[in-house]
T-cell receptor
Framework: QKEVEQDPGPLSVPEGAIVSLNCTYS??????FMWYRQYSRKGPELLMY????GNKEDGRFTAQVDKSSKYISLFIRDSQPSDSATYLC?????????FGTGTSLTVIP | DADVTQTPRNRITKTGKRIMLECSQT?????MYWYRQDPGLGLRLIYY???????NKGEISDGYSVSRQAQAKFSLSLESAIPNQTALYFC??????????????FGPGTRLTVL
């Protein structure tokens, strides 16, 4: 079983839509849950992180973690064309870290 | 100037050739990593180093070797390149002292093609 499973998409939505990106994981030792964003021809950059279960909001982005079901979500409200990128979930123990395969998102103007 | 640099940015080589990819960082971080990224497989860890004297194998180390020449430099070698090593390679750094979540900072990537 893979440590992290992520639907690769691709996902295409109209501008202004609410986007939901999800991952599942298997290792109950993960404490930190990160989302990286990767634009075409660039390296990934950290978008958000949460510690343990719960929600965290940053502008139009909300990260959600449910440790009981080992489920990680990223919601994007009022999506913009500039949000078009690949989004990678990355759960971690702090020293052990894994990346999902990434979900490719295109926001159509 | 970029905090994490990789050279070369693009490389085409032939099967059997030795290749070295280099990574340098000015962030002062102690931890450095090498990943490869393939369509549908995501980022996979090749090697990582938590300090100059520490080298660890990652998920897919076979066919690769690394050298941590200094805190700021971490190079990846393919001793005898093969076509299935064609991929996008990323170097990353992190600071063990600043946060538990160990944010990684990625370089711009090296696109390697093995013919």
């Amino acid at each position: 079983q893979k440590e992290v499973e992520q639907d690769p998409g691709p996902l295409s939505v109209p501008e202004g839509a609410i986007v939901s990106l999800n991952c599942t994981y298997s290792n109950s030792a993960f404490q930190y849950f990160m989302w990286y964003r990767q634009y075409s021809r660039k390296g990934p950059e950290l978008l958000m992180y949460t510690y343990s279960s719960g929600n965290k909001e940053d502008g139009r982005f909300t990260a959600q973690v449910d440790k009981s079901s080992k489920y990680i979500s990223l919601f994007i409200r009022d999506s913009q064309p500039s949000d078009s990128a690949t989004y990678l979930c990355a759960p971690s123990t702090g020293n052990q870290f894994y990346f999902g395969t990434g979900t490719s998102l295109t926001v159509i103007p | 100037d970029a905090d994490v640099t990789q050279t070369p940015r693009n490389r085409i080589t032939k099967t059997g050739k030795r290749i070295m990819l280099e990574c340098s960082q000015t962030k002062g971080h102690d931890r450095m990593y090498w990943y490869r990224q393939d369509p549908g497989l995501g980022l996979r860890l090749i090697y990582y180093s938590f300090d100059v004297k520490d080298i660890n194998k990652g998920e897919i180390s076979d066919g690769y070797s690394v050298s941590r020449q200094a805190q700021a430099k971490f190079s990846l070698s393919l001793e005898s390149a093969i076509p299935n090593q064609t991929a996008l390679y990323f170097c990353a750094t992190s600071d063990s002292g600043t946060s538990g979540y160990n944010e990684q900072f990625f370089g711009p990537g090296t696109r390697l093609t093995v013919l």
